[in-house]
């Protein structure tokens, strides 16, 4: 008697890949049509930013970025927080972070991949950019929010943290 080999696929029961790729279609066109929030990658080209040769921190100016890419993705801005500075009795109101959701065939189908440290403009605003670092880049998701049935991972949660205009003001590219 042989044995015939079979390929392990959870989703042929009851639920084929066609209708996982239909389900997608049709979150990413709520998302990207109807919902239409827009954020700008700003990616950190890692092979090309300059770092100290001792503890391999980024120079001053150093930061060298891959042409910003606008992406379509779900946006939730936490609540600020009211901060105190060390032991002070100073307080400063800080802005919540940017927890966005993104379809990885959005990511796969313009390229681009977001990174920890990596930079994101968000729109607050026709004329308010407000710029966030990536603090949690959302590549765990072996968990069921992430899979259909923690079998076929489809979406990613991302977490950025707003900086202030010191550290990022944009990328702008001069054209002329």
Do not use: C
């Amino acid at each position: 008697m042989t044995q015939r080999k079979v390929p392990i696929t959870r989703l042929n029961k009851f639920f084929s890949g066609e209708d996982f790729e239909l389900d997608i279609a049709m979150g990413r066109e709520w998302l990207e049509g109807d919902m239409n929030f827009i954020l700008v990658l700003y990616k950190v080209d890692r092979e090309r930013t300059k770092t100290d040769d001792v503890y391999g921190e980024t120079l001053e100016d150093g930061i060298q970025f891959l042409p910003p890419v606008e992406f379509r993705a779900y946006v939730q801005i936490e609540q600020p927080e009211n901060q105190d500075y060390g032991n002070s009795k100073v307080t400063q109101m800080e802005p919540g972070n940017l927890k966005i959701g993104v379809y990885q065939k959005t990511l796969d189908d313009l390229n681009i991949d977001i990174d920890y440290g990596d930079y994101i403009g968000y729109y607050e605003t026709e004329s308010r950019v407000r710029y966030y670092s990536v603090v949690n880049d959302g590549r765990v998701v072996s968990d069921n929010k992430h899979t259909y049935g923690g079998f076929k991972p489809f979406y990613r949660s991302i977490v950025a943290s707003p900086v202030n205009d010191n550290e990022f003001k944009g990328v702008w590219i001069d054209i002329y």
